[in-house]
């Protein structure tokens, strides 16, 4: 079964890779859980197309995750961060971009681990939410 440290980082992370990879493995050992996690940054009209394939929404959302049990009890998970969305989203809520995508990364990776949090307003009320924002105080 993969380690807490089997991450991949693919295409240009504002945080660097070796950060991505250690937000990841921060949210495994707090989560108490083994993954294999690989984290992908992608542009506008790529998350586009993801989400519409994957959700079947064609808007551009922030984050996409999905987590895939293995065999013997392990866990596999993809992450897509969207840079752009990222930098809009950090603009509204007057945090840095490097803040916001590293807010998305600990939020994919809570997906991938089975997370998961009510679509309306409720949603930073949510334990999963409480738990993505604890995390991103630990790693600022």
Request: net charge positive.
């Amino acid at each position: 079964m993969p380690g807490p440290a089997d991450v991949a980082v693919a295409g240009r992370s504002p945080l660097g890779a070796e950060r991505t990879a250690d937000a990841v493995r921060t949210v495994l050992r707090g989560e108490r859980r083994r993954a294999l996690v690989s984290v992908t940054f992608v542009g506008r009209d790529r998350m586009r197309s993801l989400h519409r394939n994957y959700k079947g929404n064609s808007r551009v959302t922030d984050v996409l995750a999905f987590g895939l049990p293995q065999p013997g009890g392990g866990l596999a998970g993809d992450v897509y961060v969207c840079v752009w969305r990222a930098k809009q989203q950090a603009r509204v809520h007057r945090v840095s971009a490097r803040e916001e995508v590293l807010r998305l990364v600990v939020h994919g990776t809570l997906h991938v681990l089975g997370w998961d949090h009510p679509e309306d307003e409720s949603r930073d009320q949510s334990d999963m939410w409480r738990r993505q924002e604890r995390y991103v105080r630990a790693l600022r």
